[in-house]
């Protein structure tokens, strides 16, 4: 099974800066307390390029940590402080929400802080810990116009209950293609209850979607809050965890 976001509390903060408009890096720890969204999917316990399980190991993560080096850009560089933090609140919350991740599974982190916005992709177990693969920057929900919402907590299943699609790279009406290139995964779990980010702040239904975003407008902005509650993420990164079907374990177990 697929799952997702996850609320804790984290005793620490990072600074977030630009370079080359699409670099950015997470630098000086600061030691106070940030809210913390994790968006979790507990994948295939297959590694990249295997065709069975692999029991869970620094060695035989290696090969992701070097392929997504290689994949994906931009990148973020937490400090080791900072990726261990992480994990140890990732533990604390599946264990908190009654997951026990006994089969090594990839995970898929967002941390929605305005601060921070990042996405992060670990590799373990709640059994034998995490280890950390890599991170990019993300852009989740701005709160202050109708029909924008603050990115949901909680944990969301990824399943065939609501089947992914791909892009058709179409424009709105302003030129701009809101879920990226033709043929760029949409990651759909479905319809959530998130808290609104105009009038008196309700909560009400929200499709909650990871995808990519346009190449040109959006994409060099990931880093800041920019989205209507989805989560955008690079499309390099967006590639990565498709083609190497990390969030699919549901979708195998079908075509199987």
């Known amino acids: 099974m697929v799952y997702a976001l996850i609320m804790t509390h984290l005793n620490f903060v990072t600074d977030c800066c630009a370079k080359a408009a699409k670099q950015l890096r997470l630098l000086v720890p600061l030691f106070y307390r940030l809210s913390v969204l994790f968006f979790c999917g507990l994948l295939t316990p297959q590694m990249l390029f295997a065709g069975q399980a692999h029991e869970f190991n620094a060695s035989s993560s290696q090969s992701v940590v070097t392929e997504f080096s290689r994949q994906v ?3 973020l560089f937490p400090p080791q402080n900072v990726q261990i933090s992480y994990a140890e609140g990732l533990q604390n919350a599946l264990e908190g929400a009654g997951f026990k991740v006994a089969t090594p599974q990839y995970v898929v982190l967002v941390d929605r802080n305005p601060h921070v916005q990042a996405v992060f992709l670990y590799f373990g177990s709640t059994q034998a810990g995490w ?5 990019s920057p993300t852009s989740t929900g701005l709160p202050g116009e109708f029909d924008h919402f603050l990115t949901p907590l909680g944990v969301f299943e ?11 790279g179409t424009k709105n009406e302003f030129g701009f293609r809101g879920y990226g290139e033709k043929g760029m995964r949409v990651y759909d779990f479905g319809w959530v209850q998130s808290e609104q980010g105009w009038g008196k702040r309700g909560m009400s239904e929200m499709r909650l979607q990871m995808h990519t975003t346009d ?23 967006n590639d990565f965890i498709d083609r190497y079907v990390l969030l699919d374990a549901d979708y195998a177990l079908a075509q199987e």
Not at 131 to 135: K, L, T, Y
Not at 217 to 237: D, N, Q, Y
């Open 73 to 75: 850009s931009p990148r």
């Open 131 to 135: 280890i950390f693969i890599g991170a």
């Open 158 to 168: 990824h399943s065939l209950s609501n089947l992914d699609f791909r892009a058709e």
């Open 215 to 237: 190449p040109q407008f959006a994409e060099p902005l990931l880093g800041i809050r920019r989205s209507k509650g989805c989560i955008r993420i690079p499309a390099t990164l």
